[in-house]
């Protein structure tokens, strides 16, 4: 095989994201990922569940380099690009296409980082709220500003840290419906990750894996892993 076709090959093969034996302590001794391991090998909405403390945001903190692991290694195909909980924590300029201009990346020319800021807007159902001042946006509609602010920055791994925790049932609806959309487009599909407490959400995971003390199982099917722990809330009562 010649050296080109190893390298296309090597692209090929290579997962969306992978930990290899990463564990990370807080300087206060507090050992937050122990030895976590795992692949994912094809883009889709992939869940983390696990009890307060587990380490699931510091897991997403090293994966997306805000943190560096103690010992490990990370591998991501993509730039990775966090949603948290409380848009208004990752929302700063007055309207819509002033913030998402601030995720396009600046070398290109105007017209292209303003085509570039529509075709986010429509990717996420804003397709008209370009003028729209942020302050007037519902919850739902914030938390899809900021996945299109990833879209807009090139990103093909969002991290999503309880992006419906804040939400009503229905803006709950429009986000993880758009996610879903997202990871499935014929081009481009995104890779998500997505940590919830809603054990109703797990149903739209291609796959769900649960934390335990710093450690990540084995992604298993939503429906599975929703009966275990809808079975192991209910032996607790
Ligand atoms: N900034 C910090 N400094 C020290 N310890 C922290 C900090 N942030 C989180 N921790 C600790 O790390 C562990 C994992 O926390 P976290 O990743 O926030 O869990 P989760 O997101 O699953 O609730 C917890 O024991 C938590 O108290
Ligand atoms: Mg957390």
């Known amino acids: 095989m010649n050296h080109t076709n190893q390298v296309a090959e090597k692209y ?3 997962p969306y994201l992978m930990l290899n034996q990463v564990s990370f302590s807080w300087p206060c001794g507090k050992k937050a990922l122990r030895n976590c391991n795992f692949s994912i090998n094809s883009p889709g909405l992939w869940m983390l569940v696990g009890a307060n403390g587990s380490g699931k945001s510091t897991l997403f903190k090293v994966i997306s380099g805000l943190l560096k692991q103690d010992s490990g290694k990370v591998f991501c195909k993509s730039k990775p ?3 948290f909980q409380n848009p208004d924590h990752h929302l700063l300029l007055p309207t819509c296409s002033s913030d998402l201009l601030l995720s396009v990346p600046n070398h290109l020319n ?5 085509q570039r800021v529509q075709e986010s807007l429509e990717q996420v159902g804003l397709a008209e709220m370009r003028s729209r001042p942020i302050h007037t946006l519902s919850g739902g509609q914030k938390q899809r500003l900021a996945i299109a602010s990833a879209i807009a920055s090139n990103s093909e791994l969002l991290l999503l840290d309880e992006p419906t925790a804040l939400l009503d049932p229905s803006s709950q609806n429009s986000v993880i419906t758009t996610v879903k959309q997202l990871c499935s ?8 990750i997505w940590i919830t407490h809603r054990l109703e959400e797990l149903e739209h995971a291609n796959g769900v894996a649960k934390m335990d003390d710093g450690m990540v199982h084995n992604f298993e099917s939503g429906k599975k892993l929703r009966q275990l722990l809808h079975g192991l809330a209910v032996r607790r009562v």
């Open 110 to 114: 105007t017209e292209t980082r303003m």
């Open 81 to 83: 690009a966090l949603v």
């Open 12 to 14: 090929i093969e290579s």
């Open 185 to 192: 487009r014929p081009n481009n599909p995104l890779t998500a």
